[in-house]
T-cell receptor, first 114, second 116 residues
Framework: DSGVTQTPKHLITATGQRVTLRCSPR?????VYWYQQSLDQGLQFLIQ???????AKGNILERFSAQQFPDLHSELNLSSLELGDSALYFC?????????????FGNGTRLTVT | GESVGLHLPTLSVQEGDNSIINCAYS??????FIWYKQESGKGPQFIID?????DKRQGQRVTVLLNKTVKHLSLQIAATQPGDSAVYFC???????????????FGTGTLLAVQP
């Protein structure tokens, strides 16, 4: 168990809808990362937050947004969903202030857009 | 942009044999590398990491080798067991002088199948 918690585990929704994925990092970790894993794209970095502030951004669509709250949990919001957004979404966290430390991943949310 | 890639998409080994999973990276600015194991239905699980100032690091039954000259990373698993069957990813992090992020770029993965 990595200590990173993601909810829900599964989500099925229709095109055009909006969903929110939630992540609780490991105790003591200040950084949260979101990744998307699809069959044809592998693990793609979306965005990173550190202590509530956006720190790095990947190829995240404008329809997607995220935030990290004062209690350090994070949410990833996906709107105007399309069939191609179906994927596994992973959250990871890392030790605060440690450069070159590994990311620890949750077990993901499987999103199916129908 | 630059990316990490794997030579072999599938590796089949006999139980008890040693496994070697290879990874080529193209970003010479990368200074930190990690191997992850992903089992079906789970998130990537940290196995071992190595910094660019090292060329070898050993863990329990695993060894990571880094050859910066040819930009090559490998994961060796000793006495492979059925429980080692999974997809293995290498990941790299570009040197970040500001220390702002540990953003990782992942390779495409290698499926390790252990035959009993």
């Amino acid at each position: 168990d990595s200590g990173v918690t993601q909810t829900p585990k599964h989500l099925i929704t229709a095109t055009g809808q909006r969903v929110t994925l939630r992540c609780s990092p490991r105790s003591g970790d200040l950084s949260v990362y979101w990744y998307q894993q699809s069959l044809d794209q592998g693990l793609q970095f979306l965005i990173q937050y550190y202590n509530g502030e956006e720190r790095a951004k990947g190829n995240i669509l404008e329809r997607f947004s995220a935030q990290q709250f004062p209690d350090l949990h994070s949410e990833l919001n996906l709107s105007s969903l399309e069939l191609g957004d179906s994927a596994l979404y992973f959250c990871a966290s890392s030790v605060a202030g440690h450069y070159n430390s590994p990311l620890h991943f949750g077990n993901g949310t499987r999103l199916t857009v129908t | 942009g630059e990316s990490v890639g794997l030579h072999l998409p599938t590796l089949s080994v006999q139980e008890g044999d040693n496994s070697i999973i290879n990874c080529a990276y193209s970003n010479s600015a990368s200074d930190y590398f990690i191997w992850y194991k992903q089992e079906s239905g789970k998130g990537p699980q940290f196995i071992i990491d190595i910094r660019s100032n090292m060329d070898k690091r050993q863990g329990q039954r695993v060894t990571v080798l880094l050859n910066k000259t040819v930009k090559h990373l490998s994961l060796q698993i000793a006495a492979t067991q059925p429980g080692d069957s999974a997809v293995y990813f290498c990941a790299e992090k570009e040197r970040d002088y500001g220390g702002a992020t540990n953003k990782l770029i992942f390779g495409t993965g290698t499926l390790l199948a252990v035959q009993p």
